[in-house]
Protein backbone atom coordinates (compact mmCIF):
# COMPACT_ATOMS: atom_id res chain seq x y z
CA UNK A 1 0.00 0.00 0.00
CA UNK A 2 1.35 3.24 -0.53
CA UNK A 3 1.83 6.38 1.71
CA UNK A 4 -1.55 7.98 3.02
CA UNK A 5 0.17 11.28 3.79
CA UNK A 6 -0.76 10.92 7.36
CA UNK A 7 2.19 12.45 8.43
CA UNK A 8 1.58 15.97 7.23
CA UNK A 9 -1.92 15.53 8.60
CA UNK A 10 -0.62 14.88 12.06
CA UNK A 11 -0.33 18.21 13.36
CA UNK A 12 -4.17 18.79 11.84
CA UNK A 13 -5.07 16.36 14.37
CA UNK A 14 -3.44 17.70 17.21
CA UNK A 15 -4.83 20.60 19.38
CA UNK A 16 -3.02 23.90 18.85
CA UNK A 17 -1.50 24.97 21.64
CA UNK A 18 -2.22 27.97 23.11
CA UNK A 19 0.40 30.80 23.53
CA UNK A 20 1.43 32.25 26.85
CA UNK A 21 -0.92 35.35 26.01
CA UNK A 22 -3.86 33.12 25.43
CA UNK A 23 -3.66 31.56 28.83
CA UNK A 24 -3.12 34.48 30.50
CA UNK A 25 -6.71 35.34 29.62
CA UNK A 26 -9.86 34.44 31.76
CA UNK A 27 -11.30 31.34 29.84
CA UNK A 28 -14.51 31.97 28.31
CA UNK A 29 -17.06 29.13 29.55
CA UNK A 30 -17.38 25.92 27.24
CA UNK A 31 -19.62 26.24 24.30
CA UNK A 32 -22.08 22.86 24.28
CA UNK A 33 -22.07 21.08 21.28
CA UNK A 34 -25.43 21.96 18.34
CA UNK A 35 -27.34 18.60 18.24
CA UNK A 36 -26.06 18.50 14.95
CA UNK A 37 -22.23 18.46 15.93
CA UNK A 38 -22.64 15.92 19.01
CA UNK A 39 -21.56 12.72 16.19
CA UNK A 40 -18.79 12.76 14.98
CA UNK A 41 -18.71 13.90 11.14
CA UNK A 42 -17.71 11.28 8.47
CA UNK A 43 -14.85 12.15 6.41
CA UNK A 44 -14.36 10.73 2.85
CA UNK A 45 -11.94 11.59 -0.06
CA UNK A 46 -13.41 11.01 -3.56
CA UNK A 47 -11.33 11.41 -6.27
CA UNK A 48 -12.75 12.40 -9.98
CA UNK A 49 -11.96 11.55 -13.10
CA UNK A 50 -13.42 14.58 -14.29
CA UNK A 51 -12.30 18.18 -13.35
CA UNK A 52 -15.61 19.76 -13.22
CA UNK A 53 -19.02 18.06 -13.16
CA UNK A 54 -18.11 15.41 -10.57
CA UNK A 55 -16.32 17.88 -7.93
CA UNK A 56 -19.19 20.06 -8.65
CA UNK A 57 -21.62 17.66 -7.66
CA UNK A 58 -19.76 16.11 -4.61
CA UNK A 59 -19.87 19.92 -3.21
CA UNK A 60 -22.92 19.91 -3.84
CA UNK A 61 -23.66 16.66 -1.58
CA UNK A 62 -22.03 18.31 0.99
CA UNK A 63 -23.98 21.68 0.94
CA UNK A 64 -27.27 19.89 0.62
CA UNK A 65 -26.68 17.00 3.06
CA UNK A 66 -23.58 17.33 5.05
CA UNK A 67 -24.94 18.43 8.21
CA UNK A 68 -27.49 16.07 8.51
CA UNK A 69 -30.52 17.57 6.69
CA UNK A 70 -33.02 15.54 5.25
CA UNK A 71 -32.74 12.28 7.67
CA UNK A 72 -28.74 11.60 6.88
CA UNK A 73 -27.65 9.89 9.88
CA UNK A 74 -24.14 11.41 10.38
CA UNK A 75 -22.89 14.79 8.91
CA UNK A 76 -20.09 14.16 6.59
CA UNK A 77 -17.40 15.84 4.39
CA UNK A 78 -16.51 15.01 1.13
CA UNK A 79 -12.97 15.89 -0.18
CA UNK A 80 -12.98 16.02 -3.82
CA UNK A 81 -9.79 14.80 -5.22
CA UNK A 82 -9.30 16.51 -8.91
CA UNK A 83 -7.29 17.94 -11.56
CA UNK A 84 -7.30 20.08 -14.49
CA UNK A 85 -7.70 17.83 -17.45
CA UNK A 86 -9.22 15.04 -15.45
CA UNK A 87 -7.41 11.58 -14.48
CA UNK A 88 -7.26 8.47 -15.81
CA UNK A 89 -9.23 5.89 -14.04
CA UNK A 90 -5.99 4.56 -12.56
CA UNK A 91 -4.61 7.51 -12.02
CA UNK A 92 -8.21 8.79 -10.25
CA UNK A 93 -7.29 5.45 -7.87
CA UNK A 94 -3.75 6.58 -7.47
CA UNK A 95 -4.84 10.19 -6.26
CA UNK A 96 -6.93 9.64 -3.61
CA UNK A 97 -4.32 6.59 -2.20
CA UNK A 98 -1.71 9.84 -2.00
CA UNK A 99 -4.00 12.56 -1.21
CA UNK A 100 -6.49 10.68 1.38
CA UNK A 101 -5.70 11.14 5.56
CA UNK A 102 -4.58 7.94 7.14
CA UNK A 103 -8.14 6.12 8.41
CA UNK A 104 -10.11 7.98 6.40
CA UNK A 105 -12.55 6.46 3.39
CA UNK A 106 -11.64 6.13 -0.27
CA UNK A 107 -13.61 6.52 -3.19
CA UNK A 108 -12.64 6.90 -6.42
CA UNK A 109 -15.25 7.69 -9.83
CA UNK A 110 -14.18 7.25 -13.33
CA UNK A 111 -16.24 6.78 -16.88
CA UNK A 112 -16.37 4.35 -19.47
CA UNK A 113 -15.45 6.56 -21.92
CA UNK A 114 -12.85 5.24 -24.11
CA UNK A 115 -10.04 4.20 -21.25
CA UNK A 116 -8.05 1.30 -21.90
CA UNK A 117 -6.87 1.54 -18.23
CA UNK A 118 -10.24 0.31 -16.33
CA UNK A 119 -8.90 -3.15 -15.49
CA UNK A 120 -6.07 -1.84 -13.58
CA UNK A 121 -8.07 0.37 -12.12
CA UNK A 122 -10.14 -1.94 -10.34
CA UNK A 123 -7.96 -3.93 -9.51
CA UNK A 124 -6.05 -1.24 -7.82
CA UNK A 125 -8.82 -0.36 -6.18
CA UNK A 126 -9.75 -3.48 -5.17
CA UNK A 127 -6.17 -3.78 -2.90
CA UNK A 128 -6.56 -0.97 -1.17
CA UNK A 129 -10.19 -0.34 -0.70
CA UNK A 130 -11.16 2.22 -2.38
CA UNK A 131 -14.37 2.02 -3.32
CA UNK A 132 -15.71 2.55 -7.02
CA UNK A 133 -18.48 4.37 -8.32
CA UNK A 134 -18.03 3.44 -12.17
CA UNK A 135 -20.41 4.83 -15.00
CA UNK A 136 -21.12 3.64 -18.49
CA UNK A 137 -20.88 5.75 -20.25
CA UNK A 138 -20.42 8.83 -18.00
CA UNK A 139 -20.52 10.30 -14.53
CA UNK A 140 -23.46 12.39 -16.77
CA UNK A 141 -25.88 9.63 -16.65
CA UNK A 142 -26.02 9.93 -12.74
CA UNK A 143 -27.76 13.38 -13.87
CA UNK A 144 -30.12 12.29 -16.18
CA UNK A 145 -31.38 10.00 -14.10
CA UNK A 146 -32.74 12.77 -11.93
CA UNK A 147 -35.31 13.52 -13.97
CA UNK A 148 -35.61 10.25 -16.31
CA UNK A 149 -34.47 6.17 -16.89
CA UNK A 150 -32.67 5.37 -19.65
CA UNK A 151 -32.30 1.68 -21.29
CA UNK A 152 -30.25 0.51 -24.71
CA UNK A 153 -26.65 -0.33 -25.26
CA UNK A 154 -25.08 3.50 -24.96
CA UNK A 155 -21.47 2.18 -26.17
CA UNK A 156 -18.43 5.03 -25.27
CA UNK A 157 -20.19 7.62 -26.21
CA UNK A 158 -21.98 10.22 -24.27
CA UNK A 159 -23.80 12.09 -26.63
CA UNK A 160 -26.89 10.39 -26.31
CA UNK A 161 -27.41 11.04 -22.69
CA UNK A 162 -26.56 15.03 -23.21
CA UNK A 163 -28.98 14.95 -25.72
CA UNK A 164 -31.68 13.66 -23.23
CA UNK A 165 -30.40 15.89 -20.59
CA UNK A 166 -30.02 19.36 -22.66
CA UNK A 167 -34.04 18.50 -23.29
CA UNK A 168 -34.56 17.10 -19.63
CA UNK A 169 -34.67 20.62 -17.86
CA UNK A 170 -33.77 24.28 -19.10
CA UNK A 171 -31.19 24.72 -17.22
CA UNK A 172 -29.26 21.76 -18.53
CA UNK A 173 -30.50 23.20 -22.03
CA UNK A 174 -26.59 24.13 -22.90
CA UNK A 175 -24.93 21.69 -21.38
CA UNK A 176 -21.33 20.20 -22.88
CA UNK A 177 -22.42 22.88 -25.30
CA UNK A 178 -20.36 26.38 -26.13
CA UNK A 179 -20.81 28.69 -23.22
CA UNK A 180 -22.88 26.15 -21.31
CA UNK A 181 -19.98 23.91 -19.90
CA UNK A 182 -20.11 21.31 -18.02
CA UNK A 183 -20.34 22.47 -14.35
CA UNK A 184 -23.12 22.49 -11.85
CA UNK A 185 -23.94 26.22 -11.44
CA UNK A 186 -26.81 26.95 -8.92
CA UNK A 187 -29.59 27.08 -11.81
CA UNK A 188 -28.18 23.23 -12.72
CA UNK A 189 -28.29 21.80 -8.67
CA UNK A 190 -31.82 23.54 -8.05
CA UNK A 191 -32.84 21.39 -11.26
CA UNK A 192 -31.66 18.39 -9.08
CA UNK A 193 -33.06 19.02 -5.57
CA UNK A 194 -35.89 17.06 -4.39
CA UNK A 195 -35.21 14.23 -7.54
CA UNK A 196 -32.34 12.26 -5.61
CA UNK A 197 -34.54 9.30 -4.82
CA UNK A 198 -35.88 9.10 -8.54
CA UNK A 199 -32.36 8.64 -9.37
CA UNK A 200 -31.40 6.17 -6.90
CA UNK A 201 -34.22 4.09 -8.15
CA UNK A 202 -33.73 4.43 -11.62
CA UNK A 203 -29.79 3.34 -11.14
CA UNK A 204 -30.56 0.63 -9.11
CA UNK A 205 -33.26 -0.35 -11.97
CA UNK A 206 -30.30 -0.49 -14.07
CA UNK A 207 -28.58 -3.52 -12.20
CA UNK A 208 -31.71 -5.57 -12.07
CA UNK A 209 -32.00 -4.67 -15.68
CA UNK A 210 -28.60 -5.55 -16.52
CA UNK A 211 -28.05 -8.05 -19.40
CA UNK A 212 -26.26 -10.25 -17.37
CA UNK A 213 -29.35 -11.08 -15.78
CA UNK A 214 -28.36 -12.48 -12.41
CA UNK A 215 -27.37 -8.73 -11.44
CA UNK A 216 -29.60 -7.11 -8.78
CA UNK A 217 -29.38 -3.65 -6.54
CA UNK A 218 -30.75 -5.46 -3.48
CA UNK A 219 -27.18 -7.71 -3.36
CA UNK A 220 -24.54 -4.20 -3.32
CA UNK A 221 -22.74 -4.10 -0.06
CA UNK A 222 -22.58 -0.85 1.12
CA UNK A 223 -21.36 -1.52 4.70
CA UNK A 224 -18.41 1.19 4.69
CA UNK A 225 -14.87 -0.08 5.09
CA UNK A 226 -13.19 0.30 8.49
CA UNK A 227 -9.62 2.14 7.70
CA UNK A 228 -9.11 2.30 11.23
CA UNK A 229 -8.74 -1.74 11.97
CA UNK A 230 -6.54 -3.21 9.23
CA UNK A 231 -6.92 -6.14 10.55
CA UNK A 232 -10.69 -6.21 9.74
CA UNK A 233 -11.90 -8.74 7.17
CA UNK A 234 -13.32 -5.42 5.19
CA UNK A 235 -10.39 -4.16 4.75
CA UNK A 236 -7.79 -6.65 3.63
CA UNK A 237 -7.39 -6.86 -0.45
CA UNK A 238 -10.59 -8.20 -2.10
CA UNK A 239 -10.49 -9.79 -5.32
CA UNK A 240 -11.23 -7.18 -8.50
CA UNK A 241 -14.56 -9.21 -9.61
CA UNK A 242 -15.83 -9.15 -6.03
CA UNK A 243 -14.76 -5.45 -5.16
CA UNK A 244 -16.41 -4.58 -8.62
CA UNK A 245 -19.53 -6.36 -7.73
CA UNK A 246 -20.00 -4.54 -4.72
CA UNK A 247 -22.57 -2.53 -6.72
CA UNK A 248 -24.69 -5.73 -6.70
CA UNK A 249 -23.74 -6.64 -10.41
CA UNK A 250 -22.80 -10.50 -10.22
CA UNK A 251 -19.22 -11.48 -10.01
CA UNK A 252 -19.16 -12.84 -13.53
CA UNK A 253 -20.87 -9.72 -14.94
CA UNK A 254 -17.80 -7.61 -17.25
CA UNK A 255 -17.85 -4.15 -16.01
CA UNK A 256 -17.21 -3.08 -19.28
CA UNK A 257 -20.47 -4.77 -20.42
CA UNK A 258 -22.82 -3.02 -18.09
CA UNK A 259 -24.35 -0.44 -20.57
CA UNK A 260 -25.83 1.58 -19.51
CA UNK A 261 -24.88 1.61 -15.49
CA UNK A 262 -23.64 3.88 -12.89
CA UNK A 263 -22.85 3.32 -9.74
CA UNK A 264 -22.90 6.48 -7.72
CA UNK A 265 -26.02 5.94 -5.91
CA UNK A 266 -23.85 3.76 -4.00
CA UNK A 267 -22.14 6.74 -2.31
CA UNK A 268 -25.37 8.26 -1.35
CA UNK A 269 -26.71 5.28 0.34
CA UNK A 270 -23.47 4.75 2.19
CA UNK A 271 -23.46 8.06 3.56
CA UNK A 272 -27.68 7.84 4.26
CA UNK A 273 -29.40 10.02 1.52
CA UNK A 274 -32.35 8.81 0.34
CA UNK A 275 -34.18 11.37 -0.79
CA UNK A 276 -34.05 15.15 -0.16
CA UNK A 277 -37.84 16.31 -0.73
CA UNK A 278 -39.86 17.97 1.95
ZN1 LIG B 1 -24.49 -6.79 -14.39
Not at 82 to 106: F, H, I, L, M, Q
Not at 126 to 133: I, K
Not at 163 to 171: G, V
Request: proline share 6%; aromatic share 6%.
Amino acid sequence: MSEWGGQQHQGSRKRKRRSNKDEEQPLEPPRLPEPSESKAQRVLYVACEGESTEPDYLNYLNKRFGDGSYGVPQRFMIHPVKKGNGYTPSRAVAAVRDKAVEGCETWALFDRDDHHDIPQALKEAAEDSTEVCYSHPSFDLWLLLHFQQLSGRQGKSSDNVHEKLRKAHPAFRRFDKPGGGKGLDESRRRALEGKVGAAIGHAKGLVTQCEHGSCKANQRVTKPVDRDDPGNPDYLPQSTRKWAARSGHALDCEVLKRDPSTDVWRLLESLGITADAD
